[in-house]
């Protein structure tokens, strides 16, 4: 191997990593992201994780009083909407710069994908002087 190309290689290599580790790091990110909605009167406030799991719902004790329960039910269920919504948002701003041209986000990160599965190991290079000659 010529020490331009392995120069290239070796460079290569390099920044693969750099965005392989970057991309990672992403996608810890994605574990941490949480969304908060609340009604325009603030009777009802839910929380939401990166997969949109309900985290936390909070009703203001008036609630009760001012809403019948199918009015309560479709307002907790429209602010689970708005903030999933909202972690749908930050998630695709986070994996943004990572997403290929045509791939749906949703086809990386639907339930049960993992990161792992669409990055190769990392390139690791022979010690100078030990390159396959083959």
Known sequence: MSEE???TVEELAKEYNRQATQLREAY???SEL???AESRDRMVSVTVGPRG???NIKLDPRVYRKL???QLARAIMEQIGAATGQVAGQTK???APFMPQGIPLEDVFGEGASIESFL???VRLPPEGQEDRG
């Open 5 to 7: 190309f392995r120069l």
């Open 28 to 30: 810890g990110k994605l």
């Open 34 to 36: 949480t969304a908060t």
């Open 53 to 55: 799991q309900v985290q």
């Open 68 to 70: 019948s329960p199918s």
């Open 93 to 95: 701003e986070l994996m």
């Open 120 to 122: 190769p190991q990392p």
